[in-house]
């Protein structure tokens, strides 16, 4: 109940502004019935950002925005840097690098048409949408380009771990941005296996994964011969983010 009140709380005054109207308490019946508060508000925060959620994509995270925040501070002050965002959603990563660190182009690629039209809301509400791509791509399938920052935050719950995820997060966001096939690892393989081939010389990736699967992935990337890789822990003392290059 706790918990409840201080998520009305939030509703009333992100979405309402203190003012309580019908709409309004039609709101508190969808938190009563288990719906994130970021999908009933309409929107996140991230790292500075507006994050529109009207098309209902995997709302952002806080780890995701721990280690987001991480790799701005390391390309803080580049220019004329080329970044993926790969596995978009919503687009928080690339929009967030692109607002906090400026002269720069992203490419945003989703297999999602969902997340494609979200993904240009919100490059339009925080004014970073100049000269971007937005396109529809299975991993690489679609993608051209060689990139100097490849950030990608797959789909990596195991559907062994199915019973252990928040009722509200398996009924209301989307599985298809959650599980990465049986082991967690089916699109982190695929993705690995493709991506030195859109690096630019020197360039790097940034990928978020679950800790249980550190050990796998280290072996993914020494089988697909990458040089060299740093495995790092987010906020909460987890493994939670590899650079590989």
Do not use: H
């Not at 502004?17 to 994130?36: C, V």
């Amino acid at each position: 109940m706790l918990n409840l009140k201080k998520e009305v709380g939030w509703l009333l005054k992100d979405k309402y502004q203190g003012k309580s109207t019908k709409n309004f308490y039609k709101d508190i019946e969808r938190l009563r019935a288990g719906e994130p508060l970021d999908y009933v508000i309409g929107f996140t925060e991230f790292l500075g950002c507006k994050i529109d959620l009207s098309k209902r994509p995997l709302i952002p995270r806080s780890e995701t925005e721990f280690w987001v925040e991480k790799a701005i501070g390391r390309i803080q002050g580049k220019k004329n840097l080329r970044i993926l965002d790969i596995f978009a959603g919503s687009g928080c990563i690339g929009i967030a690098i692109l607002k906090n660190v400026k002269n720069n182009k992203c490419d945003f690629f989703d297999i999602d048409k969902n997340n494609l039209k979200q993904i240009k809301i919100n490059l339009r509400i925080n004014g970073v949408g100049d000269n971007c791509i937005v396109r529809q791509s299975d991993v690489f399938k679609n993608i051209k380009n060689k990139y100097d920052y490849i950030f990608a935050n797959p789909p990596y719950i195991p559907q062994s771990r199915r019973n252990k995820i928040q009722k509200s997060v398996l009924k209301f966001e989307p599985k298809s941005a959650l599980f990465g096939g049986k082991d967690g690892l089916f699109y982190i393989k695929k993705f690995l296996k493709d991506a030195q081939k859109y690096l630019k010389k020197d360039g790097k990736i940034y990928m978020e994964f679950d800790s249980i699967q550190k050990k796998e992935i280290e072996n993914l990337i020494k089988k697909y011969n990458y040089p060299n890789y740093e495995f790092r822990k987010d906020q909460y003392n987890k493994w939670r983010w590899a650079v590989i290059y």
